[in-house]
């Protein structure tokens, strides 16, 4: 049932506990003097989603005579959403504007909106992830896709040393009239596990306090990265069998009597164990000294970084990427790499979600796990690792589904009314 908001341009919002999802709809015909060449409203393109691009971003919908576009905020900074949407959303006089929200933070800030002008009308937060799922699974045929590698293999234990490009690796599904039943893993600071039998008809089964939440927080602990797009650039340079222990470490080659190749990681982080401290000696002496003067040095760095004029001028300079990559390492130096760390986590979490949301599909005997949530957000790792766990748990049994739209499930549910 889709029942958009009266207004001739709407939005709807999803504030969780990381980050506030907008969905902004915009009738066709509407708005074309503000416009960019590419079809998206200028007053969105400023807070456009760096990692996504294409149709993650904005999307026509037929069935809605208009396109609906996506973005978000950090939560953290909820005042620079709370300004976007009163700026936006308040040009008709002093008439109070009212828009869907689901989410915790629609009770916790609705204070704040209402000192704008804007009321918040309430939506529950699980009918309206269902909801939003349920729209894409039966109205949007470039959506639902699973991972495979352009050779038509599955992830292997250990992803490549290089990742292939994600859009190479996304085998689409068509849209299905009926996609019922289905389990939803929905990754976002924590994770919930719903099953939904058909339209409004969902029980969330299970869920982890393990997510993406966890995986963000535990980074910011063990590195300096400031962002989370820092850290998932910082992956892509990683190699986690420096710190994870593997079957090959612990058997000097393949397990094979209960099929774990050499490659398996056997425990995430093991391999911190397993380190000798250096006897200390001149030349080790030496190095931590080092350490403790380069150290020094990145966090001058990180702090000219954020001068506003001397920042500018280093990323001019191009010099950013690098420093920020120096920066995260100051905790580690040269004992475990930022990047090594923020790929281990990644791989840990995503297996282990993997893992959960697959026996709670068998437990279910459910035919379809389809991931969502900010957390997955399109990143080529989080796909390839979830995707193994899910094929490695059900010997080969099972395919992980994933969504384009993956962190906006929510909103697109409040944007519809809340109803599947
Ligand atoms: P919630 O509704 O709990 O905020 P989301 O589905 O929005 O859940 O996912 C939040 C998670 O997404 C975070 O915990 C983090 O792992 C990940 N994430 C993705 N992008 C960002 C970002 N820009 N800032 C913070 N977290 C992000």
């Known amino acids: 049932r889709v029942d958009v908001l009266s207004e001739s341009q709407s939005l709807a919002l999803d504030i969780g506990g990381s980050l506030a999802k907008i969905i902004y709809f915009q009738p066709d015909g509407a708005n074309r003097r503000k416009e960019k060449t590419d079809g998206i409203p200028k007053l969105c393109i400023d807070y456009l989603d760096p990692k996504r691009e294409g149709s993650s971003l904005s999307v026509r919908v037929p069935e809605l005579n208009g396109t609906l576009h996506f973005f978000c905020f950090e939560t953290r900074n909820i005042e620079d959403c709370i300004k976007f949407i009163s700026e936006h959303y308040r040009q008709n006089g002093k008439e109070k504007r009212r828009v869907r929200a689901t989410g915790g933070g629609s009770y916790k800030y609705d204070k704040l909106f209402s000192e704008v002008g804007v009321e918040l009308t309430k939506l529950d937060e699980m009918c309206c992830t269902v909801a939003g799922l349920t729209f894409l699974l039966t109205h949007f045929d470039h959506e639902v896709f699973s991972f495979l590698y352009p050779d038509g293999s599955l992830p292997p234990p250990g992803l490549p040393e290089s990742a292939p490009a994600l859009a190479e690796c996304r085998r689409f599904v068509d849209a299905r009239p009926d996609p019922f039943p289905y389990l939803l893993v929905h990754i976002g600071s924590g994770v919930s596990i719903v099953k939904v039998t058909g339209h409004g008809q969902f029980e969330r089964v299970s869920g982890s306090t393990i997510g993406g939440g966890t995986f963000w927080g535990l980074c910011r ?3 300096n990265c400031k962002t989370f797009d820092e850290i998932i650039d910082l992956t892509k340079e990683g190699n986690n069998e420096r710190v994870d222990m593997l079957v090959g470490d612990i058997y000097g080659g393949d397990y094979s009597k209960v099929g774990l190749g050499a490659g398996v990681i056997a425990s995430s982080f093991g391999k911190v164990t397993m380190r000798k401290e250096p006897p200390p000696t001149f030349s080790n002496l030496r190095k931590a000294w080092r350490r403790v003067v380069c150290g020094t040095f990145w966090l001058w760095c990180d702090f000219m970084l954020n001068v506003p004029i001397l920042g500018h001028f280093l990323r001019r300079l191009g010099l950013e990427k690098h420093l920020r990559s120096r920066i995260a390492n100051i905790h580690f130096g040269k004992i475990f790499r930022a990047e090594d760390v923020a790929l281990s986590l990644l791989r840990m979490i995503s297996y282990n979600i993997g893992q959960i949301g697959y ?23 989080t796909i390839a690792s979830i995707s193994y766990a899910v094929h490695f748990w059900s010997n080969g049994q099972t395919q992980a589904l994933f969504l384009l739209h993956d962190g906006y499930l929510g909103a697109l549910g409040a944007f519809l009314g809340g109803e599947s």
């Open 221 to 223: 602990l063990l590195t």
């Open 359 to 381: 026996l709670n599909a068998k437990r279910y005997d459910l035919p379809r796990i389809y991931f969502g949530g900010n957390f997955i957000r399109d990143h080529p790792y």
